[in-house]
C-alpha cells in the first residue's frame, strides 16, 4: 500500500553504554549479526527501505545484504563515519577522508538493493569559503567522479542537513545542487525534521503548523531533486506523537516528498524508544508506527514512467564558486603544495604582469644576477673549507681501532645512522653502504703515503 516512496527506518545499532565509548556506532549489516529478525519485523512493518550511518569495510555483507534483498529492502548507506567527518569548524577535504570514503563505496556497490550513497549528515555550516559547504560540495563532486572512473554502476548520491522551525536555511539544499556541471551536484536531499512531540514535551501539540513540515514543504516545493525526511519523530523519543506519519504520507506532503525513514529501529541502552528494545523484543513503537503506516495512501509517481531529469540551478548569492581540489590529484602532482588551504584561485581570473617589450636588462634584474652570482662563490667557498678540515680530521686521528668506538657504534656511523633513521633500515643500509666504501678508500689512501717524518695535509695537490 506504499509503493513508489520511501517506507523507512533508521537502522544504526549502539554499543553497550558502560564504557568509556558509549554510544559508538557498530556495524549492524556484518555476518556476525543475525540479519534474520529484524529482516522479518520489518517486512511486516512494510519498510521497503533501511538507512544506515556506519559500515566497516572490513567485514563482510553478503549475508544481510542477501536477506534483506530478499525481503525487497534496500540499504542506504553513510559515506561518512566516526572519526572521518567533514569538521564544522574545521573543514578539510583530504586524502585521508577521501579513501575512507571510496573504501565505502567499494565495499557495498555490487549490492543491487543499495539505492544510494548519503555524503553528510548536519556537517554544513554555510556556503561561503569559510564554511564547511565548499568541502562538503567538493566531497560530492569527487565521490561521483569516483563511481564514474570505476565504471561502477550509476550510483546517486545525496546529501542530509537538519531543519526546525526556528532556522530554516534552505540554501543549503540549493548550494549543493548548482553550479555549471550537475553531474558533480547531489542527487537527492533529505532532511531530519524531528519536532513533532506530544504537548507533554513542549507545551503544545505537534501539527503540520506547529512543526516545521509546513515551512519545509513549502521551501522545497519547487526543488529539482527527490527529498525525503532522512529521520523523522520526536527529539526525545520518550515524546513519540505518530501522528505525523499520517501527514508524511498525506495529501499535504507527499506532493512534495518522497516518504521518509522513522528514528529508529534499535533502541538506546536501558530504553525501549525503537521498534525493538535492547533485549530484541519488539515495542509499543513498532505497533504505533505499523498501525499508522496502515492507514496512509500516499500519492507518488509510477516509478515505470518516472524519467530523472536535474538541470543545475544558478548559485546562491554568497556562494564560494571555486572548491578544494580532487585531494588524490594534488597527493600525486609532486609541485602540488600540501597544505589545509585548499582553495585554488581559477586560472583565468589571474592577471599577468605585462613585460617590457625591449630585450635589454632592467636595474632589478641585473641586481638579481649580481646576488646570484655572489652567492655561488660563497657556497663554493664554504663548501672547499669545510672538505679540507674533514681531511685533516681523519689524517690526524688515523684508522679507527676498536678501542676508540665500539662495534656497534663504528657500524651505525658507517651506516650515516642518526636521529631521522633507525637502525637496520632499508634506507640506512643503502646509504650506508656508500659511505662505507669512502670511509675504507680513504683508509687504504693513508697507508700508501710514504712516512718522511711531517705531517700529511692535503689541500687538493700531492706531495
Not at 6 to 26: C, K, W, Y
Not at 59 to 76: E, K, P, T
Not at 156 to 184: A, H, I, R
Amino acid at each position: 500500500h506504499i509503493d513508489g516512496v520511501i517506507s523507512g527506518t533508521v537502522a544504526q545499532s549502539l554499543r553497550d553504554n558502560t564504557n568509556p565509548e558509549a554510544n559508538a556506532l557498530t556495524d549492524p549489516l556484518t555476518d556476525n549479526h543475525d540479519c534474520s529478525q529484524p529482516v522479518l519485523y520489518l517486512k511486516n512493518l512494510h519498510t521497503n527501505v533501511i538507512r544506515t550511518y556506519y559500515i566497516d569495510t572490513s567485514r563482510d555483507h553478503s549475508n544481510c545484504m542477501a536477506l534483506f534483498a530478499q525481503a525487497g529492502i534496500y540499504v542506504m548507506v553513510d559515506l561518512m563515519t566516526p572519526g572521518y567527518v567533514i569538521d564544522l569548524l574545521n573543514p578539510i577535504w583530504n586524502d585521508v577522508l577521501y579513501n575512507q570514503y571510496t573504501s565505502v563505496i567499494d565495499t557495498m556497490h555490487n549490492y543491487t538493493n543499495l539505492p544510494g550513497f548519503t555524503l553528510g549528515d548536519d556537517v554544513i555550516s554555510g556556503i561561503s569559503q569559510k564554511h564547511s559547504g565548499p568541502y562538503l560540495k567538493a566531497a560530492v563532486r569527487d565521490m561521483k567522479a569516483y563511481i564514474r572512473q570505476k565504471s561502477y554502476r550509476p550510483i546517486p548520491v545525496g546529501s542530509v542537513n537538519s531543519v526546525n522551525g526556528q532556522d530554516n536555511n534552505f540554501t543549503f539544499s540549493d548550494y549543493l545542487n548548482c553550479g555549471d556541471k550537475s553531474e558533480d551536484n547531489i542527487d537527492f536531499w533529505g532532511a531530519n525534521i524531528r519536532d513533532w512531540c506530544e504537548s507533554s514535551y513542549n507545551g503544545r501539540t505537534s501539527n503540520y503548523t506547529y512543526s516545521s513540515y509546513a515551512i519545509a514543504t513549502s521551501a522545497l516545493s519547487a526543488y529539482p531533486l527527490p527529498a525525503f525526511l532522512a529521520a523523522y519523530g520526536c527529539a526525545d523519543p520518550s515524546y513519540l506523537d505518530f501522528s505525523d506519519i499520517d501527514v508524511i504520507y498525506g495529501q499535504l506532503m507527499s506532493p512534495v516528498w518522497s516518504g521518509g525513514f522513522f528514528h529508529q529501529y534499535f533502541s538506546r541502552p536501558d530504553t525501549s524508544d525503537g521498534f525493538v528494545d535492547p533485549a530484541g523484543e519488539l515495542t509499543a513503537n513498532y505497533w504505533n508506527v505499523s498501525r499508522h503506516l496502515a492507514a496512509v495512501s500516499p500519492s507518488s509517481i509510477n516509478p515505470e514512467k518516472y524519467i530523472p531529469t536535474n538541470t543545475a540551478a544558478p548559485c546562491p548569492a554568497g556562494a564560494a564558486l571555486s572548491l578544494p581540489p580532487n585531494p588524490i590529484a594534488v597527493s600525486l602532482t609532486a609541485s602540488s603544495p600540501r597544505t589545509s588551504a585548499f582553495f585554488i584561485t581559477p586560472t583565468s581570473s589571474i592577471t599577468p604582469t605585462p613585460k617590457a617589450s625591449n630585450n635589454a636588462l632592467s636595474t632589478g634584474e641585473k641586481v638579481g644576477i649580481g646576488i646570484g652570482l655572489a652567492l655561488l662563490v660563497l657556497a663554493l667557498g664554504t663548501y672547499f673549507i669545510q672538505r679540507r678540515a674533514t681531511e685533516r680530521k681523519k689524517i690526524e686521528r688515523g684508522p679507527w681501532t676498536k678501542t676508540e668506538l665500539a662495534a656497534d657504534d663504528v657500524d651505525r656511523e658507517a651506516r650515516g645512522y642518526g636521529p631521522h633513521m633507525a637502525a637496520s633500515t632499508q634506507r640506512a643500509e643503502v646509504d650506508g653502504s656508500g659511505v662505507i666504501r669512502e670511509v675504507q678508500a680513504d683508509r687504504n689512501e693513508i697507508l700508501r703515503r710514504p712516512v718522511t717524518g711531517q705531517p700529511y695535509l692535503s689541500f687538493g695537490t700531492s706531495q
